[in-house]
């Protein structure tokens, strides 16, 4: 075989192997650059329905019905993002008395804080799968209902790659955290879902885009922060949580409005500082007399030769000194009293 042809076979077999190994890349779980996407993505149907149907076979005294009654119920047309989590819900209801339950509170009216713990999400017996999907269930419930404290808790731990529906996951907690004012938490959770979620509903992906832009120019500290809080506060207690968490945001709007006074104090001093131009900044006391060493000399005017002050009745010359004086502190007393004799003396010395 001569050169040429050998060099052919090599590159043939080089196109033929590169193409092997990209699609292995592409199919093996962990690897190419769209792995994220495809591991925020919601599973198919016929995915959803084969994990559901396993979980149904881990109830070891669930009745055959009820199995049969789940694969029935996943047999019909195919479930959209409004209703996938109640589709899981409620199949898992005909599974599990808990879940009954838990089914009968998300669909009624009950006051989320006057429902109780949710203990049997921890129990490690129950299929974990399903367990998730419950949590991802009650925690967007309780979210709904601004509940963001308990709705956190109960979706604490979960990751997208654990839930039928990452989109829904996220977008909770986002809100959660955007009421919360809880910022980094909050825009670290929005970018994942702008961004790494395949099929993120519109509805989802306008109003996280909204949250986000809100939290990325929250200012800590400013006007807004602190009625936010406020509000965040007005919140909780009206739902009975005057807790730890609860004090500690009262105790930081205090700190914030103390701040944000000072700040207006000094701004308040500053242009009354720059209104007196040249004055001194320091001026004289209302409760020490002045104490000036120069001479006090004026320019003589003349003002008459009727002595004004001597011809005053003594009545309304008391009046006037007691009028005067009332405002000022006692030790001026003696002062004003020298002020209206001098006129008079000076006058019978004319």
């Not at 800590?220 to 509000?231: E, F, G, K, Q, T």
Request: aromatic fraction near 6%; glycine fraction near 8%.
């Amino acid at each position: 075989m001569s050169l040429a042809a050998r060099l052919s076979v090599i590159a043939v077999l080089c196109v033929v192997g590169c193409s092997h190994v990209a699609r292995a890349a592409n199919e093996a779980p962990g690897i190419g650059e769209d792995d994220q996407v495809r591991r925020l993505g919601r599973p198919s149907e016929a995915r959803l329905r084969e994990r559901m149907l396993q979980s149904a076979s881990s109830f070891a005294d669930a009745d055959p019905s009820a199995v049969a009654a789940v694969a029935k119920a996943w047999d019909g047309p195919p479930a959209d993002e409004l209703d996938l989590l109640d589709r899981i819900a409620r199949s898992a209801a005909l599974l599990d008395d808990r879940a009954a339950t838990l089914v009968g509170i998300c669909s009624g009216p009950t006051e989320p804080w006057l429902v109780p713990p949710q203990v049997w999400m921890n129990d490690l017996t129950f299929d974990p799968w399903l367990r998730d999907q419950l949590r991802l269930y009650f925690g967007r419930w309780l979210a709904q209902r601004k509940m963001y404290d308990s709705a956190l808790q109960v979706l604490a731990g979960l990751e997208p790659g654990d839930v039928a529906d990452p989109a829904s996951l996220l977008f909770y907690q986002g809100t959660a955290y955007h009421h919360q004012l809880r910022k980094r938490a909050g825009l670290r959770v929005l970018d994942q879902l702008l961004n790494d979620v395949r099929d993120c509903p519109s509805r989802f992906k306008i109003v996280a885009g909204l949250m986000h832009e809100d939290l990325k120019k929250l200012e800590d500290d400013s006007l807004d922060h602190i009625a936010r809080r406020m509000d965040d506060v007005r919140r909780r207690l009206g739902e009975g949580r005057p807790d730890e968490r609860t004090r500690r945001i009262e105790d930081g709007i205090i700190a914030s409005l103390d701040k944000m006074i000072e700040e207006m104090e000094k701004q308040r001093q500053q242009q009354q500082q720059g209104a007196g131009g040249g004055q001194s900044s320091s001026p004289m006391q209302d409760s020490r007399i002045a104490r000036q060493k120069g001479q006090g000399l004026t320019d003589r005017k003349d003002i008459g030769h009727k002595s004004e002050w001597g011809d005053l009745p003594p009545e309304t010359r008391e009046q006037i000194k007691q009028q005067i004086g009332r405002d000022l502190p006692a030790h001026y007393y003696d002062l004003i009293q020298q002020y209206f004799n001098t006129p008079a003396e000076a006058g019978e010395k004319r």
